[in-house]
């Protein structure tokens, strides 16, 4: 509430131009139950026919002036309340863009687009027109009420003596209506985020013949969010025809009472008419508290869902005074290096040094832990123990703009904008020469399939790279990485799906990127054979390592692999030598 708090007081001009013309408004809006109370007690009782011109030229005014204060109003609270929103989208898409891959572990894309979007409308709606309303209402019940006492003070208390029972019943329904509402926002997210992953994973679902299962998982949860809205629809239900009631009841005292004043001569038959009109300034605030009520639920659920993501911080940032070394060479050290990750070990006493220019490949089954070991250089996680040092300098001490500046990572799983080719490729290196631009896309072999497209590097790729093959992705994305120039590249592998002569070539096309520490994770051998040193895990542990051939002559688990690859040529060997 307090950061909401903080951007509306920076938009105090526009919202006082819209406060001012709102309270002008309904000084004049005051005038139109008196003169029509005149027009009664002295036109039709009294024949007064130029009094009559004089309150219908006052009318008319005050029917002008109030129809340009409204446009006043509404432009002012709108316009500042958009910009409200303007700043909070901003500053929530920042924090989220700030937050470390921990983050992303827990929270589902469904649940933060619903924050974004959803939320952040319910807020809009609550500080713009409801808080307008809200306040016009209160000021109509406050003036109104001063007013009546000043006509008739025994008619007033009549009117007034009910509502602090409509009050009470608003208040009832404000409390239940806010419980549901936090509901319904948790739910609108989850029915978000089934929409998402299977909109996003429709593919796999028609693949697999998974129509009908996955769209009776969208109906239970829709189904859900139906219950939970009908749940609120109860609550408003028996608490409306009460407000409804009470506000009537009004009505019947002010006309039974007030006939009864006019036939003792107590008030005129003006006054009572201009009572009645002043009484709807009471009412009308009654009835619109539920209204009301309904706005300001959804607003402070919305933003309690959004501060729950403000709170939580990043747990990868920045130290005080950060390290900012001028020239970065590209060494690698990891000393005694164990990691935890959602209370497993996944690291075990880590430790490997990666010359500049070196190329280190690793090697292990699927979750020995080797995207989890190049995930500590660039400190998309921080280790349990032990250091991971960049150029000599642990990487918990270096300025993290630098750090990343100077790691490029191709991940496993490849990611693409629906964007051109050539903004997915410039994507994250601002200023990039054309002859590295050139360079990268040659040695990725990329210009190979983008040369034959019709509209070459602009082609328009679809969501996450449609359109493209797997290797073709694999392609752009060591383009994309590439084409930085880092000191340290990580290749998490990133040419699984390649065919052998393509990755041959990429793979002797990068031996030209001189100065460049390479992390290689591949399950091929011909993927890491050439690497200067590789390194097989196993649980989280390092139990080989060495160049190729000393991995073959100690017979382990790299040799076992390697037979397993290339038994047939090894067959063929062993008898050819027979």
């Not at 910009?83 to 469904?110: A, C, P, W, Y």
């Not at 309690?304 to 070394?325: A, G, H, L, M, Y």
């Not at 490849?414 to 050539?422: A, E, K, N």
Request: a neutral charge.
């Amino acid at each position: 509430m307090k950061r909401l708090l903080a951007l509306i007081r920076r938009q105090w001009l526009p919202y006082f131009i819209g406060i001012l013309a709102l309270l002008t408004s309904i000084t004049l809006d005051m005038f139109n139950p008196y003169f029509v109370g005149e027009i009664i007690d002295r036109t039709v009782l009294h024949k007064d026919m130029n009094y009559l011109k004089t309150a219908l030229l006052a009318l008319a005014g005050i029917t002008v002036g109030r129809a340009v204060l409204g446009y006043t109003k509404e432009y002012g609270f709108d316009v500042a309340s958009s910009k409200v929103i303007l700043n909070l989208r901003k500053n929530l898409f920042d924090h989220i863009q700030k937050m470390s891959f921990s983050f992303f572990d827990e929270n589902n894309t469904g649940e933060l687009m619903s924050r974004i979007k959803e939320d952040s409308e319910n807020i809009l709606h609550a500080i713009s027109f409801g808080f307008m309303l809200f306040m016009e209402q209160c000021v109509y019940f406050i003036i109104a009420s001063i007013i009546l006492i000043m006509i008739n003070w025994k008619l007033a208390l009549i009117c007034l003596a009910v509502m602090p029972v409509i009050e009470i019943v608003v208040f009832r329904l404000e409390r239940n209506v806010g419980k549901t509402y936090e509901k319904i926002s948790d739910q609108r997210a989850v029915l978000n985020s089934t929409a998402q992953q299977n909109i996003s994973g429709v593919r796999v679902v028609k693949a697999f013949g998974r129509e009908r299962h996955e769209i009776q998982k969208f109906l239970n949860q829709n189904e859900e969010n139906y219950n939970i809205n009908l749940e609120q629809v109860k609550i408003f239900a028996k608490h409306n025809p009460v407000i409804e009631f009470l506000s009537n009841l009004v009505l019947v005292l002010v006309i039974s009472f007030g006939g009864y004043f006019v036939i003792k001569g107590e008030i005129t038959l003006g006054t009572l008419v201009a009572f009645s009109n002043y009484i709807y300034m009471l009412i009308w605030p009654m009835r619109l508290m539920g209204w009301l009520t309904n706005i300001i639920a959804q607003c402070i659920a919305s933003i309690k869902k959004i501060d729950k993501i403000f709170d939580q911080e990043p747990s990868i940032k920045n130290c005080e005074n950060p390290k900012k070394p001028e020239e970065i060479q590209g060494q690698i050290v990891f000393e005694d290096v164990s990691f935890d990750f959602a209370g497993t070990t996944v690291l075990k006493d880590i430790n490997i040094t990666a010359e500049p220019g070196k190329t280190i490949a690793i090697m292990g089954i699927t979750g020995a832990g080797k995207s989890s070991l190049v995930n500590l250089i660039g400190r998309y996680y921080d280790c349990k123990s032990g250091r991971v040092c960049f150029d000599g300098i642990d990487v918990k001490e270096m300025d993290l703009s630098v750090l990343r500046k100077n790691v490029s990572v191709v991940m496993q799983e490849t990611f693409l904008f629906s964007d051109t080719i050539d903004e997915n490729i410039r994507f994250g290196a601002e200023g990039v020469s054309e002859e590295d631009y050139r360079s990268a896309c040659r040695d990725s072999m990329v210009d190979d399939f983008v040369s034959q497209m019709p509209k070459g590097y602009a082609t328009v790729i679809g969501e996450r790279g449609i359109g493209l093959s797997g290797g073709q992705k694999q392609r752009i994305s060591i383009a994309r990485a590439l084409v930085r120039r880092p000191k340290v590249l990580i290749m998490d592998d990133s040419t699984s799906a390649l065919d052998m002569e393509t990755e041959y070539a990429i793979e002797k096309a990068m031996g030209k990127w001189k100065g460049i520490t390479k992390f290689i994770i591949a399950h091929r051998i011909s993927a890491v054979k050439n690497a200067d040193e590789i390194l097989y895990f196993e649980d989280g542990k390092i139990v080989e390592r060495g160049n190729h051939n000393q991995l073959i002559k100690q017979r382990g688990r790299y040799y076992e692999t390697y037979l397993e690859q290339y038994r047939d040529y090894v067959e063929a060997l062993n008898k050819e030598v027979i």
